[in-house]
């Protein structure tokens, strides 16, 4: 993969426990106004038809419905991102490993 790609995938759980007509959302928060890097990445599920009315998101291409916030995409190139599922108190949880921390300290290279 060259240091511009990214691969996003989804596992076996992830995909059962997803409804039918919902796509994962991977969105971008900004969380400062001096440096346009610095955010945090969340990860949830919304109706499909939602997803496609919202600007800010792209489909990314493959059969799984993941969208992406245009903002994100810098963040994962170079990348190949795995989102998962579980349950927990019969809660659905979607995750990735993503590093926790996309602040400013992932900016200048200092992930924990």
Known sequence: MNRYDFDVRMTPAARDMLRSGEAL???WHRMA????????ASLY??????????????????????????????HLSGREVVLDAKRTL??????SN????FGLRAVFGRLP
């Open 45 to 74: 599920a919304m109706r499909e038809e939602g997803a496609r009315r919202r600007k800010g998101l792209v489909r990314l291409k493959g059969e799984a419905p993941i969208y992406a916030a245009r903002a994100i995409f810098q």
């Open 90 to 95: 019969g809660i659905r949880r979607f995750t």
């Open 25 to 27: 959302i991977l969105d």
């Open 33 to 40: 106004v001096c440096c346009a890097g610095a955010g945090e």
């Open 98 to 101: 993503l590093p926790t921390d």
